[in-house]
């Protein structure tokens, strides 16, 4: 009995092992990718499609590496066991047994807790750095995501009530059948609060606020160098393509096949870059202001609507 | 792989006071010899060359010939050539020219912050043999006196496309492995030391900023 369990659970494992390395191949991918496009509004070629799996290659080859402390080390650490965690109790493929992960009756918890662990992980790690521009950032990017988190977590909890469940499994089971059932077209409120939290989640423009390249020089991980680095960048493609897969499980319908995913989360990235290249930066106070503004009501709203659906 | 060098001997930081000495590592930077095996320093190299993160610290007036680099006209994020605003991430420092003894302090606590393998290229015929300010009181003649260079390109001051073709110059030298400036920076580093202290004053930092 044990030893089968053992069995089973070695199987999720190596099937978990494979689609952590699919979705960050394909994390890298789409970051070249959307580079490309960013470069080509810019009126520029843009950097070739292999850059993002050199600049990883190059910091781990890096000969020298100096500490600040203990949590310095473990920063990078936590963000990715944060990409990880969130990345194992999200199904990626809908129906397939290889590719649903550790997902579970309460996974959608785990998972929105999984995405606050590898920021404050950061923060930590951070802030040992004793940098005053990353801790600068640090506030930044954490009183950002305290903003964005509120129309978000309204927005699950309107779907929530929705579909009556906090399985990510039966989220999408229940939007299976054609897109007419899928959340965007049933509960699109909700859809519209977490798009709104979307763009800042993904941290391109107007909310980059906490990176500011030319004001402090790249905010949190002004220290970070060599292999820890590298680490942060593996965890960047694999941390966004996660989020992609998991607003696309909430919000589109999920997918049943890797194309079908792959082009859903471009397009669903692509609603953050169309906004980034049009937008200027917001200052931090005026992006949590935006976020505690439309979007958090859009979000009561939503919670109001999927209500009212049900009484009705 | 590290060099054997004598880790037993430290450096002596006598420009920082007592209190000032407690906070500052006091350790010699080390030699690091390329892996063992050739493929896999081969294959570093080419990813070292074509990932250049360049510092984004201006000297001198060729400066402002580097932000033409990423713009759509010369566009060198083709190469992989990326501006990096901390000493941390990046590998390559662009001398833009002349260095006055006030920048060369900064010059050179940057660059020891820098990890490397780290690189250094310098714009203008000024740090090569002090160009028109070779009389000054205050720029230094001769930049190799004072740093490892491991690419000139001169002029005038030279055009971006200059750079540009000077950084895969670069490229080309990292990819044969010949750009190993760190570790010459380290094997001379007493006679590299004595030249700055002799140009710069008020040496009030570490001997070697970690
Ligand atoms: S080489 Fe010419 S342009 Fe460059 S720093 Fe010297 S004087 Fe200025």
Known sequence: ?312 | MIKSLNTEDTLENAGLTDEEQQLFSNARPQAYEPYPIKAVEDFANWARANSLWILAFGTGCGAIELRPLMTARFDASRFGVAGRPTPRQSSVFVIGGYASVKTLKRIIRSYEQMQGPKFIICLGICPVNGGMYFDSYNTVNQFDQYLPVDLYITGCMPRPEVLVAGIMELQKKIKAGECNGANRYVENFDWYKANQKKVIKNWDMPDYNW
Request: glycine share 10%.
């Open chain 1, 1 to 312: 009995m044990i030893i089968e369990d053992f069995d089973f659970w070695l199987g999720k494992a190596g099937y978990f092992s494979l689609t952590l390395l699919i979705v960050t191949f394909y994390g890298l991918l789409v970051g070249a990718f959307i580079d490309r496009t960013i470069a080509k509004v810019q009126g520029r070629i843009g950097i070739p499609y292999r850059q993002p799996f050199i600049n990883i290659l190059k910091n781990f080859f890096k000969r020298t590496a100096i500490s600040h402390g203990v949590m310095f080390y473990l920063g990078p650490v936590f963000r990715i066991a944060g990409g990880i965690g969130t990345l194992a109790f999200i199904p990626v493929l809908y129906g397939s047994e290889m590719f649903s992960n550790f997902s579970m009756a309460g996974d959608l918890f785990l998972v929105i807790y999984f995405m606050f662990f590898g920021q404050l992980g950061m923060a930590l790690g951070a802030g040992e750095s004793g940098h005053p521009y990353a801790a600068i950032g640090i506030a930044r990017g954490l009183s950002q995501m305290t903003a964005y988190e509120v129309p978000f977590v309204l927005a699950v909890i309107s779907i929530v009530i929705q579909y009556d469940t906090l399985s990510i499994t039966q989220i999408v089971a229940a939007q299976q059948g054609g897109w007419q059932n899928w959340t965007v077209v049933t509960n699109w409120v909700a859809t519209l609060a977490a798009m709104l939290a979307f763009l800042g989640m993904m941290g391109y423009s107007p909310f980059d606020i906490f990176l500011a390249p030319q004001e402090i020089p790249i905010g949190p991980p002004t220290e970070f160098h060599s292999a820890y680095l590298g680490l942060m960048q593996l965890n960047r493609a694999l941390f966004g393509a996660t989020k992609l897969v998991l607003f696309m499980n909430l919000f589109f319908g999920g997918a049943t096949s890797w194309p079908e995913l792959m082009i859903k989360t471009l397009l669903i990235y692509m609603v953050a870059i169309v906004v980034g290249v049009a937008f200027p930066r917001f200052r931090v106070d005026q992006g949590i202001r935006f976020f505690f503004k439309i979007p958090t009501l859009i979000g009561i709203m939503s919670i109001v609507y999927v209500q009212m659906m049900l009484v009705a």
